[in-house]
């Protein structure tokens, strides 16, 4: 090991061939589910820093790579579900980006550039590659979603790492407000505590099941004196994954403290 932080093997080279491939395939498979890199990026600076561990001398570089994609491979941020402009604008920009980092890679072939400048070369070619790939999603439309119903909260479900939905309480209602990347298929709401099911409703008063991003639905009637709320949904973009919305808050003049 010691040999390989002071010489560029090819063991080494094919290593971090390997691992570059492996984290296209990964950015791939989750972008044909709707999903973008975010932490994951982090793979990238990651093995830049560890192919220029051999050629500077510099050994920190490895810990540092080797932390960084650590961090990219198993942080729960690391991929985030891709609002619907990303698709056209990923392909827009990252396949003449790709294109202009390769060819400037190429004419500099005959230039005495310094190590470090290489590594940081191929870290921006892979960068704008996976930017490329993350633009990919599935080529066959999906068909209409059903909208969920009250099977869901029977179901299995998980809690958002990011919040979708924002609670504003107002008089006698409550507001929802959409500030995920994508729209969501409500299904139901129930005040926390309580074995309730009621639909969200729109400006009008009538059922609501598809709110849009940046979109508001109340939930009506709301009792006075609620102390939490519980929403189920599926994004528009991952209707398999079921999910809830939780937010719960101490009453006034309560002696205890709840950290939400």
Same mark, same amino acid.
């Given at each position: 090991?010691l040999?390989?932080l002071?010489?560029l093997s090819w063991?080494?080279v094919?290593?971090l061939?390997?691992?570059?491939?492996q984290?296209l395939l990964?950015?791939?498979?989750?972008?044909r589910?709707?999903?973008r890199?975010a !932490?994951?990026?982090l793979?990238?600076?990651g093995?830049a820093a560890? !192919?220029a561990?051999p050629?500077?001398?510099?050994d920190?570089?490895f810990?540092?790579?080797?932390?960084l994609?650590l961090?990219a491979?198993y942080a729960?941020?690391?991929y985030?579900?891709?609002?619907g402009e990303?698709?056209?604008?990923a !392909?827009?920009?990252g396949?003449?980006?790709?294109l202009l980092?390769?060819?400037?890679?190429?004419a500099?072939?005959?230039?005495?550039?310094?190590?470090?400048?290489?590594? !940081?070369?191929?870290?921006l070619?892979l960068?704008?590659?996976?930017?490329?790939l993350?633009s990919?999603r599935q080529?066959r439309?999906?068909?209409r979603?059903t909208?969920?119903?009250?099977?869901?909260?029977?179901?299995p479900?998980?809690?958002?790492v990011?919040?979708?939905l924002?609670?504003?309480l107002?008089?006698?209602?409550?507001?929802?407000?959409n500030?995920?990347?994508?729209?969501?298929?409500?299904?139901?709401?129930?005040p926390s505590?309580e074995?309730?099911w009621?639909?969200?409703q729109?400006?009008t008063?009538?059922?609501?099941?598809?709110?849009?991003?940046?979109?508001?639905a109340l939930?009506s009637?709301w009792?006075s004196d609620?102390?939490?709320v519980r929403v189920w949904?599926?994004?528009?973009?991952e209707?398999e994954?079921a999910?809830v919305f939780?937010?719960?808050?101490?009453?006034?003049?309560?002696?205890?403290r709840?950290?939400?």
């Amino acid at each position: 090991m010691l040999d390989t932080l002071t010489t560029l093997s090819w063991p080494y080279v094919l290593a971090l061939f390997a691992l570059s491939v492996q984290w296209l395939l990964a950015v791939w498979r989750q972008a044909r589910v709707g999903r973008r890199p975010a !932490l994951a990026y982090l793979a990238v600076p990651g093995l830049a820093a560890l !192919l220029a561990a051999p050629l500077t001398q510099a050994d920190p570089l490895f810990g540092l790579g080797a932390a960084l994609l650590l961090i990219a491979a198993y942080a729960g941020g690391a991929y985030r579900a891709a609002p619907g402009e990303h698709h056209g604008r990923a !392909l827009r920009w990252g396949r003449p980006v790709f294109l202009l980092i390769a060819f400037l890679g190429g004419a500099a072939q005959a230039l005495r550039l310094p190590p470090l400048v290489w590594s !940081l070369w191929a870290g921006l070619l892979l960068l704008s590659l996976g930017y490329l790939l993350s633009s990919g999603r599935q080529s066959r439309r999906r068909g209409r979603v059903t909208a969920p119903g009250l099977a869901l909260r029977f179901g299995p479900l998980s809690a958002p790492v990011w919040p979708d939905l924002e609670l504003r309480l107002d008089g006698n209602q409550a507001r929802l407000h959409n500030i995920g990347a994508a729209g969501l298929y409500l299904a139901g709401w129930s005040p926390s505590g309580e074995n309730g099911w009621l639909r969200p409703q729109d400006a009008t008063g009538q059922p609501l099941t598809l709110l849009p991003k940046g979109a508001t639905a109340l939930l009506s009637p709301w009792p006075s004196d609620q102390n939490g709320v519980r929403v189920w949904y599926v994004r528009e973009n991952e209707p398999e994954v079921a999910l809830v919305f939780r937010a719960d808050w101490t009453p006034l003049n309560s002696p205890q403290r709840v950290l939400n």
